[in-house]
């Protein structure tokens, strides 16, 4: 699966050669590729991974295609310029909120040891920045829950475990957990066998419907302008997919049920929406949300599979209730195989993939090593984005309604595949200077970096502030 390391002057090109192949994939036109420009080269990020030029393909696919929607709708034909750089400073999600920067992980979340074998250590990696998830570890160790509860408690705790059987125990009660893995380890694993067989970015047509007509947009509006989104997700990759779309214009509604808890970052990913909340648990809740799909584009969400589908709001229930309808779901480790149904977060993903055992060997360090920043979270966001996109352009031409599908873990078995970079060490830590904008919010005053994407005509900017959840009607 990895290549052999290669010098940075052979990734110069490489994220235009994997924006091509997301092209070529995704069966458009090459006629537009000529509009991109994709400055700088690996390493971008101290990482062994080319992240840089994965997420800047990504995003850069995202951008190009929401140009051609643009420019279908009779708007004009635009070039996309975009820095290496200026896309991992986006990835990196830093913010701060009144000059405080929040804390990103619980206390608890993070890498244990467990066993005895000190000789041949077993990892989990635990993720707990929700107190549910929080406890549930904290219970199936026999520990007390909440927040009191010291990383030390945990530690001792797990030394009772093995990797896998804590993993599996987890994963019963819908905990989320995950045992450090390596790459071979992984490879053997019929999860991963089953994610061989799916695509990056799969677009499926589910039904029939006539071409639909997108909405007059006005002359000098960003390309995604008018377009409705409505966004049901809440961390990190379905998020970052929406205020991408967003950034481009889109009209972009986020639904939060009133009784899901949120992470702070909501305020910074919630940049360019509007928010509002729906119960699903009631009658008129769900309703309300029928209406809300009735008058969509696109319908993005990101429960795990089948999460959706038990309330009536599969893609091809909703693909009934608005014929044409592009339905996006993203999932931890694709919706097929004996994992379809397992939730997982980047950091989780990172580890039962190989990925942080890979980066460990690469850098020459006995513990496992995450990568620099949440680069499966956001390669998916990126490419949630434009799939979206490249169904709606489906749909314009040939009708039907579809569904697009990424997986975090089919973002990580792609970044597996990419040539590895020599000499991480010599990237520069990512200078923020200039990259950073405010704005006042309903958090308080946001500073934020600011979107990567230079477009030739229509700048892209999030037109309206982070709000919290229930700021908006549930309306378009």
């Known amino acids: 699966m990895n290549h052999p390391a290669s010098p940075s002057s052979a990734h110069a090109a490489l994220a235009l050669e994997l924006l ?10 090459a006629d537009a590729l000529p509009r991109a420009t994709l400055t700088g080269a690996e390493p971008v990020l101290r990482s062994s991974f080319a992240i840089g030029s994965m997420l800047q393909a990504s995003l850069g696919a995202a951008a190009l295609a929401a140009t051609e929607i643009g420019r279908l709708r009779g708007g004009p034909v635009q070039t996309v310029t975009l820095a290496a750089l200026d896309v991992a400073r986006e990835s990196a999600a830093r913010y701060s909120l009144d000059g405080r920067r929040p804390e990103v992980w619980d206390k608890l979340s993070g890498l244990y040891r467990c066993g005895s074998d000190d000789a041949a250590p077993e990892h989990v990696r635990i993720h707990a920045n929700f107190a549910h998830h929080r406890d549930g570890a904290l219970a199936l160790l026999g520990l007390p829950t909440g927040p009191a509860t010291e990383r030390a408690q945990v530690e001792a705790a797990l030394r009772g475990w093995s990797a896998e059987a804590f993993e599996t125990a987890a994963a019963e009660r819908g905990l989320v957990v995950a045992a450090v893995r390596t790459p071979e380890q992984w490879a053997a694993h019929p999860q991963a066998a089953a994610l061989a067989a799916l695509p990056l970015v799969a677009i499926e047509r589910i039904g029939d419907a006539p071409p639909r007509a997108w909405p007059p947009t006005d002359p000098g509006a960003p390309p995604l302008h008018g377009l409705r989104v409505l966004e049901l997700t809440r961390i990190l990759a379905g998020p970052v997919a929406g205020r991408t779309l967003a950034a481009h214009g889109a009209d972009v509604l986020l639904v939060n049920g009133p009784h899901l808890p949120n992470i702070e970052n909501i305020a910074e990913t919630s ?4 928010s509002a909340l729906v119960d699903l648990r009631r009658a008129d809740g769900r309703e309300t949300l029928r209406t809300l799909a009735s008058g969509a584009d696109v319908f993005l969400q990101g429960y795990r599979p089948g999460g959706l589908s038990s309330r009536g709001f599969g893609p091809e229930a909703l693909a009934e209730v608005r014929p044409g309808l592009v339905y996006v779901s993203l999932s931890a480790y694709g919706d097929r195989g004996p994992w379809a149904d397992r939730r997982g977060f980047d950091s989780l993903v990172q580890s039962a993939t190989g990925l942080n055992v890979a980066e460990a060997r690469a ?8 990568l620099p920043l949440q680069a499966l979270d956001y390669g998916a966001g990126y490419l949630l984005a434009f799939g979206a996109l490249v169904a709606l352009q489906r749909q314009r031409a040939e009708g039907g309604s579809w569904h697009v599908r990424v ?5 990580g078995r792609w970044l597996q595949s990419l040539p590895r970079i020599a000499d991480p060490t010599s990237a520069p830590a990512p200078d923020f200077t200039g990259a950073m904008e405010i704005t006042e919010s309903g958090y308080g005053r946001l500073e934020a970096v600011r979107h990567a994407v230079r477009f ?13 959840p229930g700021s908006h009607p549930a309306a378009w």
Do not use: I, Q
């Open 456 to 468: 030739s005509h229509t700048p892209a900017a999030w037109r309206h502030p982070s709000m919290p």
């Open 20 to 29: 091509a192949g997301l092209w070529r994939d995704a069966g458009l036109s």
């Open 407 to 411: 997986a975090l873990a089919g973002v």
């Open 363 to 370: 850098l020459g360090s006995a513990e496992p090593r995450a």
């Open 271 to 274: 940049r360019g929406k509007r």
